[in-house]
Each structure stands twice: as C-alpha cells, then as structure tokens.
C-alpha cells in the first residue's frame, strides 16, 4: 500500500486513538467534539483503507480486534509522546497573545465550539479573537493568522488550505406544511426562496441559487425572487424560521441537521467555488506558536463532522 500515511490516514488514526481509548465512539466523539455517527464513519473508512477490521461491535460497546490491539498499542504510544511533547511545548515555548482573525459566519458556527480544546491544548494562549468580514479587510495585516473564504490567492500574504465548502439547498420542516412536495427544483415555483450574498459579494444577489441549480443541472428556474441577506447566519435563521429554501455551506450548518430544525428537500452538495483558507505573513510560521496554532487548526478541520 503506497504512501499509506498521507494526511487522511493521519488523521484517521488519530480519532482511532482516541476511539481505542475510549472503546466508545460516543465517548470519543465528546473529546473531539463532532458526532458519534462521525467517528464510526472515519473507522468504518479506515478499516476498508486497511482491509481489516479493528473493533468488534459488542452489543452496544466495542472492543479491539487482534490487529485492533496491535495498532492501538503504537497509536497510543504516539498520543503519550504528543501529549508529552505539549507539555514541554506548555512550559513556555507556545503562548502570549495571540490575534486570530476569522470571517464571522466560520468563527460562529465552527471555531467558537473548538476554541475550549484550543484553550486546554495551550494553557499559556491569550487570543484575541476578532470577526471581520472578508478579502480586503486582510489587507491591515493586524493578525497572526486569519481565516477567510477565498477563491485566489492574497498578494503579500501566504495561505493553507483548510476545508473545501460544499453548498446544498436547505429548509424548515415546517415550511412544507400544507404545500406541495418539494422533492426536486422545479418544485421551487411554489416557495419563497433566500439569498445570502456573502459570498458573492460583488455579484448579483440571485448568484447563489443560480450557481447551485446550473451545477446540478437544473436550467430554466427562476429564482428572481424572495429575500436577500448580507450575513450567511441571518439567511440560516430565515430558513430556520420558516421564511424560504436557502443554499447552506456545509461547515456552518452541522448543529441545524443534527437537531432537525433544518432539512435538504432535494438535490445534492456541490463543491463551492471557494474554500476556507488560513493567512499569514511570509516567514510567520518560523515562530512555535502561530506555527502550532497553524498545525492544530488544520488538524481540526480534517476531523470533518
């Protein structure tokens, strides 16, 4: 098997250490804080990378299989050394105020929940955490690192890759109470439809939707119509509240489908032509800390929810 240990099989072991530890997915889930239906995923994919399996599903526990045991034993042996390494790392190589900039929608919905784990992997971190909206405001270069959605690339500035967004229609269950079915696009016709402009900005507001329905093949809809936001949480809270079918982006809208306020009536995600990006300074990464904070962000967003 070439190249076995790229990024995803990295990342893949490593929820398999925490799951070994745990003999429990929920377990395991509560310390990285995504789903347990998550993590069973990432081993269920694992196992297939592998072609063999790891855990024996015992009722409602688990426990580790013989090459399970033998893995789980090198996958320890790591997680003490990492854990050791941060404790050195602890004593005051990484700390001191640090400035993360982030678009408000991302900083919100995905690394408001993950700041705590951030908080207990750095004890010594002051952040400065600041919301500002996107492109240009990176410009004042007053950060240490900054998360924006872009798709190019910052003159001046150097980025990494963190997550690929995917865009997908979502509603209320409530809105289909006593109308038609919507269970494909041309159904739309009899809903209100919402525009988030966020991404789009100098476009116009209908871009969104039109960029959806074109890349599932769905021509010939009108969507000139319903209301229009500048903030992708205030288009969720609409679709949230009844109002209208909205386009949701994947990252921001985990805790909605979970709960069920929120559904997908039809189609299917589609790849947003930006993505989540971390920017610096060149040479910023040459210091321990934003170096550290660079590596645990990126980790994070490879433990996909």
């Known amino acids: 098997m070439s190249k076995i240990l790229n990024a995803q099989m990295h990342a893949w072991l490593q929820v398999f250490a925490c799951a070994a530890r745990h003999l429990s997915f929920t377990r395991c889930a509560d310390e990285l804080h995504v789903t347990p239906g998550a993590i069973s995923q990432q ?11 790891l855990f024996h599903r015992v009722g409602r526990g688990l426990q580790l299989t013989a090459q399970g045991q033998r893995l789980a034993v090198v996958a320890n042996e790591v997680h003490s050394r990492i854990d050791e390494e941060l404790r050195l790392l602890h004593s005051g190589a990484i700390g001191g105020v640090f400035k993360l900039r982030s678009i408000p929608s991302f900083l919100s919905k995905w690394l408001m929940p993950r700041l705590p784990s951030l908080e207990r992997a ?4 002051q952040l400065r955490v600041i919301a500002e909206d996107s492109s240009g405001s990176l ?3 007053d950060f240490d690192l900054a998360i924006d959605l872009n798709d190019g690339s910052y003159p ?3 980025t990494t890759p963190l997550l690929e967004e995917e865009l997908f229609p979502v509603c209320s269950p409530l809105l289909l109470e006593g109308r038609p079915p919507l269970d494909s696009p041309g159904q739309l016709v009899h809903f209100p439809l919402l525009h988030d402009i966020t991404a789009w900005r100098g476009s116009y507001e209908y ?3 039109e960029f959806y329905l074109s890349a599932i093949g769905a021509e010939g ?4 119509r319903g209301h229009t936001f500048n903030r992708n949480h205030l288009t ?7 109002m209208g079918v909205a386009i949701a982006r994947r990252a921001l809208i985990t805790d909605e489908l979970e709960q069920g306020s929120l559904i997908v009536p039809f189609g299917w995600p589609i790849q947003a032509r930006k993505k989540y990006v971390l920017a610096y300074r060149e040479g910023a990464l040459n210091t321990p800390t934003r170096r550290a904070i660079h590596d645990w962000l ?8």
């Open 236 to 242: 969720i809270d609409a679709a949230r509240m009844g």
């Open 122 to 125: 750095f004890p010594e971190l």
């Open 207 to 209: 871009a969104e939707w």
């Open 221 to 224: 809809i009108d969507v000139r």
């Open 156 to 158: 001046g500035l150097v």
């Open 298 to 305: 990126v980790a994070q967003a490879q433990v996909r929810p």
């Open 43 to 53: 081993m269920k994919q694992l196992e297939d990378r592998l072609g063999f399996p």
């Open 139 to 141: 410009r004042d270069d």
